[in-house]
């Protein structure tokens, strides 16, 4: 049985196909238009899967949508009509696009792929809890979904038993964690649904004590753990053009900070202070949720579940023992979580979660990648050994060569996780700077991903050598020991903290193998980690997008497949 799931229409658009319970291919669609966060209809990312399959659409036998166009439709005009007639412009220039396109989900697959059977839908949220449960080899656990908005709901709290999931609490628009941590970032002078991690990684800068009370006047929190915004101090529910009010910008004494401008001392305690409060809403309502649930497993999913300094402090600051989120938890990997969801439901049998791994986007033959390197006339040596081209790039790195990494299958989520990244050493803070400037051409207060070899974890980090799986996604943040301030200072925040990328053999061989002769060389098991991109556009999926990404920084060398170029070549 094949089952495609799809989402799109808000933001990254993404398709998934799953044979039999086992996810085959999947993809988020910037990475094949090369347009951020592409929210279009996914039909790039659909294509790679079939074509990778070896099938065609009409061997689908279930597509499956992310969401239920119809119940957000009803939120959008309910909205609408509360806050007529502020909202009119917003309404004027959206409401369009529903009967042009946002309600017409079968009738634009049987334009693009001629697929001409009923079409499914699943609610937004229970997407984002099958994502990430059915992943997690849990019979019983906790899910919590948090995000911006669904069709209603913006949080949910429920339970998966037995591979049946059931929402049991939910909080509805317009009282929302993430579009809070969104309107604070716009705020802030960054992008909303891009530039949060952003505001997290500036947080470490910050104090709190300035503002941590201001906060107390945006949200309340009740002892159920559920909360309320108060919405004089926010616009998102009637405006497409700002996020919050003036009234909000009187609160903090401070106008908002233009793009690009000057970073000050009380934006560094603006950001510290939302983050403190994220946490301590979470925090609470998670320890609200076990002592109600009393299951020692938590499922985490929806945008928020990005927040990777949330998540590092989930098992140390509640009683749950064991924690899952997936590659992707945001609306991409709701393309994902539907399709499990429907096979569950079709099937009645387990998701293959024991051989899943996030690489499932596409991989490129010698040959492609050769005629690539050859109209392009770039020089290159070939490695015939793979044990040649570990041992040689192990030295590049160590001489503090920046590497641009381009290897097999595309990840699957927001991280570089070893097959579409850049690497170097972490042996100075000047590389991290080099990086940041004339690599990424980013803001120099942010922070890189140290990858490690997992059985070094408990000497580097103040952590459990047992750390969820999901810290091989690159989504947990934990402190360095003294160790890392030595060994490795340019993967270590301002906070001492580091967002770790775990990594095993059987996951990433020749990723592995790179790691462990570098260790083997300088005796340090960690190296830089960042993705193969730089600041505004998707992480690299071709080849030609790899050489182009290499020509236009101060990458030193590209290593595709297994050929080795050189800039100075």
């Given at each position: 049985m094949y089952i495609l799931g799809i989402s799109c229409y808000y933001h990254d658009s993404a398709a998934c196909l799953l044979k039999d319970g086992k996810v085959v291919?999947?993809?988020?669609?910037?990475?094949?238009?090369?347009?951020?966060?592409?929210?279009?209809?996914?039909?790039?990312?659909?294509?790679?899967?079939?074509?990778?399959?070896?099938?065609?659409?009409?061997?689908?036998?279930?597509?499956?949508?992310?969401?239920?166009?119809?119940?957000?439709?009803?939120?959008?005009?309910?909205?609408?009509?509360?806050?007529?007639?502020?909202?009119?412009?917003?309404?004027?220039?959206?409401?369009?696009?529903?009967?042009?396109?946002?309600?017409?989900?079968?009738?634009?697959?049987?334009?693009?792929?001629?697929?001409?059977?009923?079409?499914?839908?699943?609610?937004?949220?229970?997407?984002?809890?099958?994502?990430?449960?059915y992943l997690s080899g849990f019979k019983k656990s906790v899910i919590l979904t948090l995000?911006?908005?669904?069709?209603?709901?913006?949080?949910?709290?429920?339970?998966?038993?037995?591979?049946?999931?059931?929402?049991?609490?939910?909080?509805?628009?317009?009282?929302?964690?993430?579009?809070?941590?969104?309107?604070?970032?716009?705020?802030?002078?960054?992008?909303?649904?891009?530039?949060?991690?952003?505001?997290?990684?500036?947080?470490?800068?910050?104090?709190?004590?300035?503002?941590?009370?201001?906060?107390?006047?945006?949200?309340?929190?009740?002892?159920?753990g559920s909360y309320q915004l108060n919405m004089e101090y926010f616009t998102f529910d009637w405006s497409n053009r700002s996020m919050y009010s003036s009234k909000l910008i009187e609160l903090f004494g401070h106008p908002a900070r233009k793009p690009e401008s000057k970073m000050m001392s009380y934006h560094k305690n603006i950001a510290a202070s939302l983050q403190q409060k994220l946490e301590e809403v979470v925090l609470k309502m998670l320890n609200v949720a076990y002592e109600t649930y009393k299951t020692p497993n938590l499922c985490l999913a929806g945008g928020v579940a990005l927040n990777s300094v949330l998540n590092g402090k989930i098992l140390s600051k509640t009683k749950f023992k064991n924690l899952y989120i997936p590659p992707d938890p945001s609306d991409a990997g709701g393309a994902m979580g539907a399709a499990f969801y429907v096979y569950h439901q079709k099937i009645h049998k387990a998701i293959d979660h024991k051989s899943f791994n996030p690489y499932l986007g596409p991989s490129y033959s010698w040959f492609q990648i050769k005629k690539v390197l050859d109209a392009q006339q770039i020089k290159y040596t070939f490695y015939e050994s793979r044990d040649d081209l570990t041992t040689n790039v192990a030295q590049l790195v160590q001489k503090q060569n920046i590497i641009g990494w381009f290897q097999g299958r595309m990840e699957w989520g927001p991280r570089a996780l070893g097959n579409r990244s850049i690497l170097a050493s972490a042996a100075t803070t000047k590389m991290?700077?080099?990086?940041?400037?004339?690599?990424?051409?980013?803001?120099?207060?942010?922070?890189?991903?140290?990858?490690?070899?997992?059985?070094?974890?408990?000497?580097?980090?103040?952590?459990?050598?047992?750390?969820?799986?999901?810290?091989?996604?690159?989504?947990?943040?934990?402190?360095?020991?003294?160790?890392?301030?030595?060994?490795?200072?340019?993967?270590?925040?301002?906070?001492?903290s580091g967002r770790l990328q775990t990594l095993v053999r059987s996951d990433n061989p020749l990723y592995y193998e790179l790691i462990e002769k570098y260790y083997q060389l300088t005796g340090v098991p960690i190296i830089i980690n960042t993705s193969f991109n730089v600041r505004g556009e998707p992480i690299v999926c071709s080849p030609e997008d790899a050489v182009n990404c290499f020509l236009k920084t101060d990458i030193d060398y590209l290593v595709i497949d297994q050929y080795v170029c050189r800039k100075k070549d």
């Amino acid at each position: 049985m094949y089952i495609l799931g799809i989402s799109c229409y808000y933001h990254d658009s993404a398709a998934c196909l799953l044979k039999d319970g086992k996810v085959v291919a999947a993809g988020a669609e910037e990475r094949f238009t090369r347009k951020k966060h592409d929210n279009s209809f996914p039909i790039n990312a659909i294509t790679y899967c079939l074509d990778f399959a070896g099938i065609a659409m009409n061997e689908v036998d279930e597509v499956v949508f992310y969401e239920k166009p119809i119940l957000k439709y009803d939120r959008v005009l309910n909205q609408y009509l509360d806050t007529f007639p502020k909202c009119y412009s917003t309404c004027k220039d959206t409401i369009s696009q529903w009967f042009d396109h946002k309600l017409q989900i079968s009738q634009k697959l049987k334009e693009e792929l001629f697929y001409l059977k009923p079409v499914l839908y699943v609610g937004h949220h229970l997407s984002h809890a099958a994502s990430a449960y059915y992943l997690s080899g849990f019979k019983k656990s906790v899910i919590l979904t948090l995000d911006g908005v669904g069709e209603w709901a913006t949080t949910t709290i429920g339970t998966g038993i037995d591979g049946e999931l059931k929402i049991d609490k939910e909080i509805q628009f317009p009282h929302s964690l993430g579009l809070l941590y969104s309107a604070m970032t716009t705020y802030l002078g960054f992008s909303a649904n891009d530039a949060e991690y952003k505001v997290m990684g500036l947080a470490a800068y910050g104090n709190v004590k300035p503002f941590l009370k201001h906060f107390d006047q945006l949200i309340t929190q009740f002892d159920d753990g559920s909360y309320q915004l108060n919405m004089e101090y926010f616009t998102f529910d009637w405006s497409n053009r700002s996020m919050y009010s003036s009234k909000l910008i009187e609160l903090f004494g401070h106008p908002a900070r233009k793009p690009e401008s000057k970073m000050m001392s009380y934006h560094k305690n603006i950001a510290a202070s939302l983050q403190q409060k994220l946490e301590e809403v979470v925090l609470k309502m998670l320890n609200v949720a076990y002592e109600t649930y009393k299951t020692p497993n938590l499922c985490l999913a929806g945008g928020v579940a990005l927040n990777s300094v949330l998540n590092g402090k989930i098992l140390s600051k509640t009683k749950f023992k064991n924690l899952y989120i997936p590659p992707d938890p945001s609306d991409a990997g709701g393309a994902m979580g539907a399709a499990f969801y429907v096979y569950h439901q079709k099937i009645h049998k387990a998701i293959d979660h024991k051989s899943f791994n996030p690489y499932l986007g596409p991989s490129y033959s010698w040959f492609q990648i050769k005629k690539v390197l050859d109209a392009q006339q770039i020089k290159y040596t070939f490695y015939e050994s793979r044990d040649d081209l570990t041992t040689n790039v192990a030295q590049l790195v160590q001489k503090q060569n920046i590497i641009g990494w381009f290897q097999g299958r595309m990840e699957w989520g927001p991280r570089a996780l070893g097959n579409r990244s850049i690497l170097a050493s972490a042996a100075t803070t000047k590389m991290r700077d080099i990086i940041n400037e004339k690599v990424k051409h980013r803001e120099m207060f942010r922070p890189f991903a140290p990858v490690i070899l997992e059985e070094h974890i408990e000497d580097y980090f103040v952590a459990d050598k047992n750390l969820p799986i999901s810290a091989r996604y690159m989504l947990m943040v934990y402190p360095f020991k003294p160790k890392g301030e030595k060994d490795v200072p340019a993967v270590v925040h301002v906070d001492g903290s580091g967002r770790l990328q775990t990594l095993v053999r059987s996951d990433n061989p020749l990723y592995y193998e790179l790691i462990e002769k570098y260790y083997q060389l300088t005796g340090v098991p960690i190296i830089i980690n960042t993705s193969f991109n730089v600041r505004g556009e998707p992480i690299v999926c071709s080849p030609e997008d790899a050489v182009n990404c290499f020509l236009k920084t101060d990458i030193d060398y590209l290593v595709i497949d297994q050929y080795v170029c050189r800039k100075k070549d």
